[in-house]
């Protein structure tokens, strides 16, 4: 018996990192996934890894800021697997700078991603999940840039706030309907965040990992909380924000 046997999850940027461990979790507890991803290689990559261990997973490929792909998501969660019962928000992109050098681009570019992100494939879900007049979960991504703020991400950290905010608006919003919404500010070392490890902690890191000693820093470490989160035996939990 797994925690989301029968369920149905999507889960956005879902082709590496952290959202490939939540992909991968989720199917692992016996949801059938919706490989959300940019990129499209490392999106079929992650489903197929999904089917290979005997796991339901189909890879939608495009940008879940594009209004017409995140709606693509819930239509394929329905059609491909007849319904949708969780959806994990974690796409994300950094673009570094401190304010005085950031371009207008950097800006947008950042805001766009994460908040359009994690508002449009929101929105489809509620919608669906009212239409249908039922309740599911959303786990949205957030970061202790945005908490706690970070030098040299202005964008990011702002966009992260905005996210825990969104989160719990949601919550209130959903209440009724038992739509619950928790956000992950998570730590992991991932493609993201590789570059800005200091080289003595990575080499500290290698040496753990050498003696056989638990990996911290392992992206798929963030996996089962978020798996919780989009089941029913969190229906009590809603409105939180969890460092992971
Ligand atoms: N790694 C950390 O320590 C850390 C800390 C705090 C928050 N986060 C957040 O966790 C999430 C995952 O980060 P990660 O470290 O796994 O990064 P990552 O770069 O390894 O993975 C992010 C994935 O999202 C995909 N993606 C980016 N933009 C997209 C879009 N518009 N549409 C669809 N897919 C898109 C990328 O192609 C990539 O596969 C992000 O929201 C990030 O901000 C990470």
Known sequence: MGLLDA?????????????RGEALECAAQGAAVVVAEFDADAGEAVAKEIEVAGGRAVAVSGDV???????SLVRAAVEEF???DAVVNNAGILRDKTVAKMSDDDWD?????HLRGHFLPTRAAMQYWRENKRGGHLVHTASTSGLLGNFGQGNYGAAKAG?????????????RAGITSNAIA????????LDLMPQEARDQRDEA?????????????????????????SSHISGKVFGV
């Open 209 to 233: 990992l050498a003696r056989g000693e638990f990996d911290f820093f392992a992206p798929e470490n963030i996996a089962p909380l978020v798996a919780f989160l989009c089941s029913d035996a």
């Open 109 to 113: 570019a950042v805001v766009r991603v």
């Open 65 to 71: 800021a594009d209004s017409a792909v995140a709606d």
């Open 7 to 19: 369920k149905v999850v999507v889960v956005t940027g879902a082709g590496r990192g952290i959202g």
């Open 186 to 193: 998570p730590t992991a070392l991932t493609r993201m965040t």
């Open 163 to 175: 996210i825990a905010a969104f989160s719990t608006i949601v919550a209130q919003e959903g209440a």
């Open 82 to 84: 007849g319904g949708l």
